[in-house]
């Protein structure tokens, strides 16, 4: 007789969140469209960000408007990475990936993802996918009481996470 090894299920990944950014290089026209863009590429109310730090030689100062974001949960946010696979034509570099398992790309024209029709108001921008996975149990290092860190061995490695979007999302790594 043959014994079936049971996966363990705290160990399956998935995706907690897909945040979309758009970096503006200073406030007015342009983050007026990245705002309309990213309304209409998520269907949510994206927020704009401001700067905490002073850098003169970029002529930066604290609170001016740099980008905006909007973050994307559950199965919405699934739906949306699989047509973003496919405006990237199911390949990603694997410097993409970083050592705790996230990983982030670009498209350069918003025109690449599949189903967004051209916006005249809007133009010609372009916008970062951050995907950041997790797994059960990853709540304790944000709850309120007894907060802990995870242990090293429960943590996403580069090695899973590409093996998780090979299996689940059928994307090759470059």
């Given at each position: 007789?043959?014994?079936?090894?049971?996966?363990?299920?705290?160990?399956?990944?998935?995706?907690?969140?897909?945040?979309?950014?758009?970096?503006?290089?200073?406030?007015?026209?342009?983050?007026?469209?990245?705002?309309?863009?990213?309304?209409?590429?998520?269907?949510?109310?994206?927020?704009?960000?401001?700067?905490?730090?002073?850098?003169?030689?970029?002529?930066?100062?604290?609170?001016?408007?740099?980008?905006?974001?909007?973050?994307?949960?559950?199965?919405?946010?699934?739906?949306?990475?699989?047509?973003?696979?496919?405006?990237?034509?199911?390949?990603?570099?694997?410097?993409?990936?970083?050592?705790?398992?996230?990983?982030?790309?670009?498209?350069?024209?918003?025109?690449?993802?599949?189903?967004?029709?051209?916006?005249?108001?809007?133009?010609?921008?372009?916008?970062?996918?951050?995907?950041?996975?997790?797994?059960?149990?990853?709540?304790?290092?944000?709850?309120?009481?007894?907060?802990?860190?995870?242990?090293?061995?429960?943590?996403?490695?580069?090695?899973?996470?590409?093996?998780?979007?090979?299996?689940?999302?059928?994307?090759?790594?470059i």
């Open positions: 007789m043959q014994k079936t090894i049971q996966e363990n299920v705290m160990r399956d990944i998935s995706v907690e969140k897909i945040t979309l950014n758009c970096g503006t290089a200073g406030p007015g026209e342009r983050l007026e469209k990245s705002l309309k863009l990213l309304q209409k590429i998520s269907g949510m109310k994206p927020v704009s960000r401001k700067t905490e730090k002073r850098i003169p030689t970029w002529s930066v100062r604290p609170g001016l408007e740099l980008g905006c974001m909007v973050t994307i949960r559950r199965e919405k946010a699934i739906k949306l990475l699989k047509s973003f696979f496919i405006g990237k034509k199911n390949q990603i570099k694997e410097s993409c990936f970083d050592d705790n398992g996230n990983f982030a790309f670009g498209f350069h024209e918003y025109l690449d993802v599949p189903g967004i029709e051209y916006d005249h108001e809007i133009g010609i921008i372009g916008f970062e996918v951050a995907v950041t996975l997790q797994r059960k149990g990853f709540r304790i290092r944000r709850r309120a009481a007894h907060k802990k860190s995870i242990p090293r061995k429960h943590k996403i490695t580069k090695e899973d996470a590409i093996n998780y979007i090979k299996k689940e999302y059928g994307v090759s790594i």
